[in-house]
């Protein structure tokens, strides 16, 4: 074996240049990273200044994006809010034009004249009606598939979820002879009765898996306890789940409050039982003859009143409702 002499540079007795001299060739053998020990600027340029101009492009499109959809989103309930203080000449004249002065007899029109008032009342019935019972019912029968093994399970939530591909045009004939057999046309509890029918698939669809979401340490220790299986429901998991009820309330009272063709199969013979969307849409056809635009507009604006308030107040319980499963 051969042991390699000391280094020419170094002078036999230094113990301390000797290390010196050692660690920095220790440092020199070693690899460098590229643009390692370059002069400042003149090195590989850092990824972090690529990804911040993508970064910043990325959110100049996103911005951009979002500032279009609520031009398109708001922008059509402004000019319906602006025409609704204009005369039906002005409107005509230049529709797009700020109101030079507020007619606010096209409110009292559409809400005395037209009956808005009187259908916005039969919808609030109804509606509170059907979202009290789609939630209750639903609720129920999502909390039983969700925490409980029975045969058939599976097949009865399959159901529910096939119901919310089926089309309710195709039901329509069938509903309006089902419901004149039963002497439900022209009711408020028969209207109330189609509308939970129509919104259980949804709604068990979406509680199902968010009772799934739900802690069963809680439940079973209410079970130690001796609650019953009705009580553990009520007073333990039903609390639980107010985000996802209250969000699926939510999504439940804008489908029903903009309903059209279920009203028009079973309010068809009593024009006083009409819901919104029929007398709008009654409305829209005396327009095209009286030539009222601005009573139009006006009544426009006072069925989209209530879904804004809805979603205003209820915001952040939709936000927490729908995030509560992902932050599970």
Do not use: C
Not at 54 to 71: D, E, H, I, M, P
Request: aromatic letters at 12%.
């Amino acid at each position: 074996m051969t042991t390699a002499g000391p280094s020419p540079s170094l002078r036999p007795g230094d113990p301390e240049e000797t290390a010196a001299a050692l660690t920095r060739g220790a440092g020199d053998e070693s690899p460098k990273a590229p643009g390692e020990g370059a002069p400042a600027g003149k090195g590989r340029p850092g990824r972090g200044g690529a990804d911040s101009g993508g970064g910043r492009t990325l959110n100049v499109f996103s911005q951009a994006f979002l500032a279009l959809w609520a031009v398109m989103a708001a922008g059509p309930l402004l000019w319906a809010v602006m025409n609704s203080f204009k005369s039906s000449g002005a409107i005509l004249e230049d529709p797009w034009s700020l109101p030079s002065k507020l007619h606010w007899d096209n409110w009292s029109f559409a809400w005395n004249q037209a009956n808005i008032g009187q259908y916005t009342i039969n919808s609030a019935i109804v509606v509170l009606g059907s979202v009290v019972g789609t939630m209750l019912l639903g609720s129920m029968v999502a909390y039983v598939l969700a925490r409980y093994d029975f045969p058939g399970n599976r097949v009865i939530y399959f159901l529910f979820v096939g119901g919310m591909a089926f089309p309710i045009i195709v039901a329509l004939v069938p509903l309006f002879f089902v419901m004149k057999n039963f002497a439900l046309l022209d009711t408020y509890h028969g209207l109330i009765l189609v509308y939970i029918a129509y919104s259980l698939p949804f709604t068990v669809f979406f509680m199902a898996a968010f009772f799934r979401t739900l802690p069963t340490s809680i439940a079973e220790a209410a079970e130690i306890d001796g609650a019953s299986h009705s009580a553990i429901f009520f007073r333990v998991m039903l609390p639980m789940a107010k985000p996802g009820l209250i969000s699926v309330g939510i999504f439940n009272f804008l489908g029903q409050w903009n309903q059209y063709l279920i009203p028009q199969v079973v309010h068809v013979g009593d024009p006083d039982k009409y819901v919104l969307t029929q007398g709008l849409a009654n409305l829209a056809a005396q327009t095209g003859y009286r030539g009222n635009w601005g009573g139009l507009f006006a009544g426009l604006t006072l069925a989209v009143l209530p879904i804004l308030v809805v979603y205003v107040v209820f915001q952040r319980q939709v936000q927490a409702g729908l995030t509560a499963g992902a932050l599970k």
